[in-house]
T-cell receptor, first 111, second 120 residues
Framework: GQQVMQIPQYQHVQEGEDFTTYCNSS?????IQWYKQRPGGHPVFLIQ?????EVKKQKRLTFQFGEAKKNSSLHITATQTTDVGTYFC???????????FGTGTKLQVIP | GAVVSQHPSRVICKSGTSVKIECRSL??????MFWYRQFPKQSLMLMAT?????????EQGVEKDKFLINHASLTLSTLTVTSAHPEDSSFYIC????????????????FGPGTRLTVL
């Protein structure tokens, strides 16, 4: 079945440093979503990318969808302590409703 | 944004009992809801897709007789863990799909706060 891997699994950064997490799917995706889950909380939808090569920005967050629609990245510029949490990508293949969640990247920001 | 609630937020039960978890979309209609379970420090694993008025679609390896799903209305889906055992202890999260367009490429999933089940 479809597998979605993320790297790195964990990342500790100093506040103010940049952070990037990468998402790779074993199959071509029709779209990809990104979520953030704070410790003890539930996933919160961040964004959805649909087009090949698409780049979207949300303030300090930049999301990219690969040309082949098999990988994606999330880049955070100048991290803040409020960015702490686990970031998941979730890919959807074909016309299916379900998404497959990636393994997640846990971000820790050191003040 | 759209709000999804889950009840209860936390439940402790004895082995062999059944537990029902409710998932409600509070300010929108959800024709589709998803049930996930999440083990500590792990990703979300999709258990089943629940469509209003029809039988749920279960993922491979998920026992449909053990995890009963009912989606009786456009705002409510329930997951019943039957004859629960300690290995069923987990964080169960539902999400509801809010349509913003005619195809799945524009929809968004909104997650409930989750239910932590502990089976003694």
């Amino acid at each position: 079945g479809q597998q979605v891997m993320q790297i790195p699994q964990y990342q500790h950064v100093q506040e103010g440093e940049d952070f990037t997490t990468y998402c790779n799917s074993s199959t071509t995706l029709s779209n990809i979503q990104w979520y953030k889950q704070r410790p003890g909380g539930h996933p919160v939808f961040l964004i959805q990318l649909v087009k090949s090569g698409e780049v979207k920005k949300q303030k300090r967050l930049t999301f990219q969808f690969g040309e082949a629609k098999k990988n994606s990245s999330l880049h955070i510029t100048a991290t803040q302590t409020t960015d702490v949490g686990t970031y998941f990508c979730a890919g959807r293949s074909g016309g299916y409703q379900k998404v497959t969640f990636g393994t997640g990247t846990k971000l820790q920001v050191i003040p | 944004g759209a709000v999804v609630s889950q009840h209860p937020s936390r439940v402790i039960c004895k082995s062999g009992t059944s537990v029902k978890i409710e998932c409600r979309s509070l300010d929108f209609q959800a024709t589709t809801m998803f049930w996930y379970r999440q083990f500590p420090k792990q990703s979300l694993m999709l258990m089943a897709t629940s469509n209003e008025g029809s039988k749920a679609t279960y993922e491979q390896g998920v026992e449909k007789d053990k995890f009963l799903i009912n989606h009786a209305s456009l705002t409510l889906s329930t997951l019943t863990v039957t004859s629960a055992h300690p290995e069923d202890s987990s964080f169960y999260i539902c999400s509801a799909r809010a349509l913003s367009g005619r195809d799945y490429s524009t929809d968004t999933q909104y997650f409930g706060p989750g239910t932590r089940l502990t089976v003694l």
